[in-house]
């Protein structure tokens, strides 16, 4: 499926996606805590991709780094529970932020990204595509190097409420061994194509030992509005916990690679922590 296609099945399937995403996620909202135990649940919910609430930026000259601990857990291999809804957002970690980017890797512009990241010592999450990623494992081993978390995003991207279980596992299991055969390890998170998720995928899902990650701020870059346009809705959804949905790959991706260079300085001035997040487990 070449990228003009697959851009096509995105524009043509996103509403219908975008009710079942919201149904996925309906009733509570899933919160990445420091707590190793059952995650903190609230009674506002938003579906996935609604904006934050507004957060003031203020100039300052702080640059952040990484910060320690919060990569993905090395060592003895935990149960991974079955979850009713993916992981939205972060809490009590202060000023702290997630940006992901979606549907590659993508010669043409996940290098770029990875440059703009790696400049400002930043580390980000990329949910890729099997059948993107077969061909480009040196970008997943780069990913890796500099310290990213490379996710599951499935093989070719479809929406997983429409398939059986066998294909399911299949479009999730074929994806987690090219990322094996790319960085060495199994992927410890996974994001359903068009936030189309059902009981299924988050059984499968766990199975293969990834926790289920979404989003609260939706850059909508796919749609590509203008990388002024993509900027703005990052800085105005910018608040503590926010994660952030981005792509890399599946169209022209210019603006997007454009906007990360401008909004990315932005919040590190403004003092928040562009960190990724540690797994649940129990």
Known sequence: MNK??????????????????????AGTVQVLTADP??????????????????????????????????GPVHGTAARTLVRHQPFLRMSGRGKTMVLTFDDGPDPRFTPQILRTLKAHKVRAMFFVCGEMAAGHKDLLRRMADEGHVVGNHTWSHPLLTRLTRAEIRSQMERTCDVIE??????????????GAWNRAAFQIGAELGMEPLAWTVDTLDWTSPGADAIESRVVKGAAPGVVVLGHDAGGDRTQSVTALRDYLPRLLDSGYHIIVPRRQSV
Not at 48 to 66: E, I, M, T
């Open 37 to 70: 135990g059952s995650p903190v649940r609230s009674s506002a919910a938003p579906a996935a991709g609604a904006q934050a609430k507004r957060a003031a930026l203020r100039p300052s000259a702080y640059r952040l780094q990484p910060i320690a601990g919060y």
């Open 4 to 25: 003009d296609q697959f851009l096509s099945r995105r524009r043509a399937l996103l509403a219908g996606a975008a009710v079942l995403g919201a149904a996925g996620a």
């Open 181 to 194: 055969e790319g960085t060495g390890e199994r992927p410890g998170w996974f994001r359903a194509p068009y």
